[in-house]
């Protein structure tokens, strides 16, 4: 019975070097003073260090001081919970310097029946966070010029129709309000034979016979 016990230990052993070594995720040990105890290679790759230069650093001079309140709250809601329920977001700074997004889950490892580490597994989400920044900068920029354009914009689903956005002229124009016209049917803004011309040109822009409504 020893011997099976061992046997299962050396292949629980086995099966997490193997999880640590090959996963493409940052996986990281660090005590409950933050000290990194363990990483493996992405999660070096990614902070741009060698094992020797990241071992014994601690996290708060990796994410700096600004988010120390929030690792408090995020250790004591696992030593509570037992868990993380949900990702939490951080900044790291690089080895050079670069400030990174990552976004990381964390649970508890015991000793003696005691937390003693935290695992956690993380994920670049930098050039996610770059690209919803573009995204919202986008919208900023066409809501901007859409309400201070001397035409009438309205925003329309293709399939059913439906009003998705509409600016402050065609609010105007049409004397309804903002909240009134979303959601609302084009058809019943729209003069029947406009409609009717608007719905012909979509369906050539659909089909590829034009490139634009004029």
């Given at each position: 019975?020893?011997?099976?016990s061992?046997?299962s230990?050396?292949e629980?052993?086995?099966r997490?070097?193997?999880?640590f070594?090959?996963?493409?995720?940052c996986?990281?040990?660090?005590d409950?003073n933050g000290?990194?105890l363990?990483?493996?290679?992405p999660t070096?790759?990614?902070?741009?260090?060698i094992?020797e230069?990241?071992?014994g650093?601690?996290?708060?001079t990796?994410?700096?001081e600004?988010?120390?309140?929030?690792?408090?709250?995020?250790?004591?809601?696992?030593?509570?919970d037992?868990?993380?329920k949900?990702?939490?977001?951080?900044?790291?700074?690089?080895?050079n310097?670069?400030?990174i997004?990552?976004?990381?889950?964390?649970a508890?490892?015991?000793r003696?029946?005691r937390?003693?580490?935290?695992?956690g597994?993380?994920?670049d989400?930098?050039?996610?966070n770059?690209?919803?920044?573009a995204?919202?900068e986008s919208?900023?920029?066409?809501r901007?010029?859409?309400?201070?354009a001397n035409?009438?914009i309205l925003?329309?689903?293709?399939?059913?129709?439906?009003?998705?956005?509409?600016?402050?002229?065609?609010?105007?124009?049409?004397g309804?309000t903002?909240?009134?016209?979303?959601r609302?049917?084009v058809d019943?803004?729209l003069?029947p034979?406009?409609y009717?011309?608007?719905m012909e040109?979509?369906?050539?822009i659909?089909?590829?016979?034009?490139?634009?409504?004029?």
């Amino acid at each position: 019975e020893l011997e099976s016990s061992r046997a299962s230990l050396l292949e629980i052993q086995e099966r997490y070097q193997c999880l640590f070594e090959r996963t493409h995720d940052c996986i990281y040990i660090h005590d409950l003073n933050g000290k990194i105890l363990e990483a493996n290679q992405p999660t070096l790759d990614l902070l741009g260090y060698i094992w020797e230069e990241l071992q014994g650093l601690d996290f708060p001079t990796v994410f700096g001081e600004h988010q120390i309140p929030l690792a408090r709250a995020t250790l004591a809601e696992i030593l509570k919970d037992g868990r993380l329920k949900h990702d939490v977001e951080y900044s790291l700074r690089r080895k050079n310097g670069e400030w990174i997004s990552i976004e990381t889950w964390a649970a508890p490892l015991y000793r003696d029946g005691r937390p003693y580490a935290l695992l956690g597994v993380a994920k670049d989400i930098t050039e996610r966070n770059i690209f919803e920044e573009a995204l919202q900068e986008s919208a900023r920029n066409f809501r901007a010029l859409a309400e201070n354009a001397n035409a009438c914009i309205l925003v329309i689903t293709g399939e059913d129709g439906i009003i998705i956005y509409a600016n402050r002229m065609a609010s105007e124009l049409s004397g309804y309000t903002p909240s009134e016209l979303y959601r609302k049917p084009v058809d019943e803004v729209l003069h029947p034979e406009v409609y009717v011309r608007l719905m012909e040109r979509y369906d050539k822009i659909v089909n590829g016979k034009t490139s634009g409504l004029g």
